[in-house]
């Protein structure tokens, strides 16, 4: 079956422009999340969406970054006059909602805000 | 507040040679689930095992083996015989089990590399 759908898979921008990310989750993982990874670092969450609740944004770095999910089902990061250091790649990755399941990520969309 | 500490950020070893890779967890929960997962240098996360809180028995599958210690808050990564494909960045992660709610913390990763 299909696994998670991330575009576009580069993305090179300008500083100060608009951009949106895309994640297509595996059909009925109502579980989804958005995680920033820098050169070389870790994962950085930024926002978790689960079913019809309330997402957790506590993981945006700023409100220049903001994320919607329409149904249910796709979801778009947007990030707003991006700045240099915004330049990461930016993984999605889904799950079913019961608790301990393991995500499943997608291929990331890798940003450089020249 | 949840947190994974991988201490080890770069790990060499030469082929063959076993590594065993750390993870220290802290949780206020009683229930709760740990995970590994592999980056390879191609960039795409990989699931590769689920613990919860309630079952500490070791498990081994191939050359990877991982042990489970709730006394020392512990889900510690063995690889033995290592092989040059083994070479990625290894995430711990711990996630809550309430229900309808599943965030995921994650560890900073340690860079193994394997040599020929």
């Known amino acids: 079956g299909a696994g998670v759908s991330q575009s576009p898979s580069n993305k090179v921008t300008e500083k100060g422009k608009d951009v949106e990310l895309r994640c297509d989750p595996i059909?009925?993982?109502?579980?989804l999340y958005w995680y920033r990874q820098s050169l070389g670092q870790g994962l950085e969450f930024l926002i978790y969406f689960q079913g019809n609740s309330a997402p957790d944004k506590s993981g945006l770095p700023s409100d220049r970054f903001s994320a919607e999910r329409t149904g249910g089902s796709v979801s778009t990061l947007t990030i707003q006059r991006t700045q240099q250091e915004d330049s990461a790649v930016y993984l999605c990755?889904?799950?079913?909602?019961?608790?301990?399941?393991?995500?499943?990520f997608g291929d990331g969309t890798r940003l450089s805000i020249l | 507040a949840q947190k994974v500490t991988q201490a080890q950020t770069e790990i060499s070893v030469v082929e063959k040679e076993d590594v065993t890779l750390d993870c220290v967890y802290e949780t206020r929960d009683t229930t709760y689930y740990l995970f590994w997962y592999k980056q390879p240098p191609s960039g795409e996360l990989v699931f590769l095992i689920r613990r919860n809180s309630f079952d500490e028995q070791n498990e081994i599958s191939g050359r990877y083996s991982w042990n489970f210690q709730k006394s020392t808050s512990s889900f510690n990564f063995t690889i033995t015989a290592s092989q040059v494909v083994d070479s990625a960045v290894y995430f711990c992660a711990l996630s809550e089990a309430r229900r309808g709610y599943q965030k995921v913390t994650f560890g900073i990763g340690t860079k193994l590399q394997v040599i020929p």
């Open positions: 059909s009925g993982h109502t579980a």
């Open positions: 990755a889904s799950s079913l909602a019961q608790g301990g399941q393991p995500q499943h």
